[in-house]
């Protein structure tokens, strides 16, 4: 499919390329790479960044304390971090609370960020295990934790804030800790702890955990490994450790794809509602809700917004778009197949007196003046849509499961990829609109998640990948270098 498409991509492939996909900013890195299966981590010096070897300091963990042959690695939307053929193993014995160990790097005070991918087996709701910095060889002061199988962030050496993210042995997870000076502080007295993102955009992300306490540390010099209450069957394998001052110092990418939700840069999501509540703003509401009837009273439809200009690359091979079901409301029977249709608003619609434009606000936002709405009935004008159609359409039996994803793919429906290619102005409005009226009692109201509710809609959207025989092509071509990232025109 790729090959018939490569010219019209001929550009974006080498912009994709240019595109920076590592680690190159980090202050300091350990992948264990550098060591043999069976060594000891005491007095081991591989890595980059660091001042020091690491120290293990009570001697009977030295030999609990080990490389192993790790295979952990992450991936999920455009975050991809692989932890190579070398980990590092801590196997637990016994029951003390001890700083297990750790390695100093060029003393830091400015916003930093560390992550590490991490695996428990055998864990139990005793256990503790501990990782975070310090601006000496001890108790780390801003840190991640996993207690009782319960992801934690702490500031300080006191309580910790809980992410509500079990630890599940066996999983491999991607823990970043963001620590920060707000208010004036010239402690540490803002720290975020983010599990598994999806979005290598650190600003995308929602914090799993915050804690905002002092922690009493002005400036870091040591990551630190911590441990306590151990049964002795326990093990923890970490791999990848990054200490940087950025999120993408920290979480690498996949450099072929980008995801875009609806709390990026100018994005908005809100529904609007008919009738007697045709002036009404649901734009700060956890959901969009859906609903067809003859009652116009209680008709609801959603509109969301992408910035596009948020994105790498001005088009795009493929795109997916990704909403997250909250199936909470209403009455319907379980095997009931709802419809729903989804258009996306013409790049460069103008808006009539009275109507919003593409940059309609999402606390404006209402059934009299949506941008392309057809007031007097169900859904959009269809003369102000892309292709005077629906992109795509797709159904939910009954009322979804709260956390299912709906995905509709470029793939099966090319008109999605279609219109964001067409767009100029890096501002890309779904509508969305259910086609399915209520009947025989079947009142639900079909509920998808918002950037509020703390699952965004959001876009995924791919550019070929550099190795596809595209590339080669553009090589022989002598298509090379590296243009402006955008051109389109401000906004
Ligand atoms: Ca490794
Ligand atoms: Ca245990
Ligand atoms: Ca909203
Ligand atoms: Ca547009």
């Given at each position: 499919m790729a090959s018939r498409l490569i010219a019209p991509f001929s550009v974006l492939v080498l912009i994709g390329l240019c595109a920076s996909v590592g680690f190159a900013g980090a202050i300091a890195t350990e992948d264990f790479e550098a060591y043999d299966v069976g060594d000891q981590l005491h007095s081991l010096s591989g890595g980059s960044g660091w001042s020091a070897a690491w120290q293990v300091p009570v001697a009977a963990r030295r030999s609990e304390t080990t490389i192993v042959s790790g295979e952990l690695s992450y991936a999920a939307g455009d975050v991809a971090v692989s932890g190579g053929s070398r980990a590092l193993q801590y196997l637990a014995t016994e029951a003390a609370i001890e700083v297990l160990a750790t390695r100093q790097f060029a003393s830091q005070s400015g916003t930093l960020y560390f992550s590490f991918l991490y695996q428990s087996t055998n864990s139990d709701s005793g256990d503790f295990m501990q990782l975070g910095l310090n601006n000496t060889a001890d108790n780390p002061r801003v840190s991640a934790i996993d207690s009782g199988g319960t992801f934690q962030v702490r500031s300080g050496t006191g309580s910790s804030a809980l992410s509500g993210i079990d630890s599940v042995d066996g999983q491999t997870y991607l823990l970043i800790v963001r620590a920060e000076k707000t208010g004036g502080s010239t402690n540490y007295n803002d720290v975020q702890l983010f599990v598994?993102?999806?979005?290598?955009?650190?600003?995308?992300n929602t914090p799993a955990a915050h804690a905002t306490n002092d922690s009493g540390l002005s400036a870091a010099a040591f990551a630190a490994f911590r441990k306590a209450f151990h049964d002795g069957d326990e093990t923890y394998v970490f791999d990848e450790l990054r200490i940087g001052d950025s999120f993408a110092d920290v979480v690498s990418g996949v450099g072929n794809t980008f995801l875009l939700p609806t709390n990026a840069g100018n994005g908005a999501d809100a529904y609007i509602r008919g009738g007697s509540s045709s002036t009404g703003n649901y734009g700060s509401a956890d959901y969009m809700e859906l609903k067809a009837t003859s009652s116009a009273d209680v008709v609801r439809e959603a509109y969301f917004r992408f910035d596009l200009s948020q994105a790498p690359w001005d088009r795009f091979l493929e795109a997916d778009l990704t909403l997250t079901v909250d199936g909470s409301a209403g009455s319907t029977d379980p095997g009931t197949v709802w419809t729903f249709d989804l258009y996306g608003l013409e790049d460069g619609f103008v808006a009539a007196s009275g109507e919003l434009g593409e940059d309609w606000g999402e606390g404006d936002i209402t059934w009299d003046n949506a941008p392309g709405k057809d007031t007097s009935g169900a859904g959009p004008d269809l003369a102000d849509v892309f292709g005077g159609a629906p992109l795509a359409t797709f159904d939910i039996t009954g009322t979804g499961n709260s956390g299912d994803t709906i995905t509709i793919s470029s793939e099966d429906f090319p008109a999605l990829a279609a219109f964001l290619n067409s767009d100029t102005d890096g501002l890309a409005t779904f509508i969305l609109v259910r086609s399915t009226e209520e009947f025989d009692g079947q009142t639900v109201v079909h509920r998808i998640f918002t950037k509020e509710g703390g699952m965004a809609p959001y876009l995924t959207l791919r550019v070929p990948e550099p190795s596809t025989m595209a590339l080669a092509l553009l090589g022989l071509l002598g298509l090379v270098g590296c243009g402006r990232r955008r051109t389109r025109s401000a906004r």
């Open positions: 598994n993102p999806m979005f290598k955009t650190g600003a995308f």
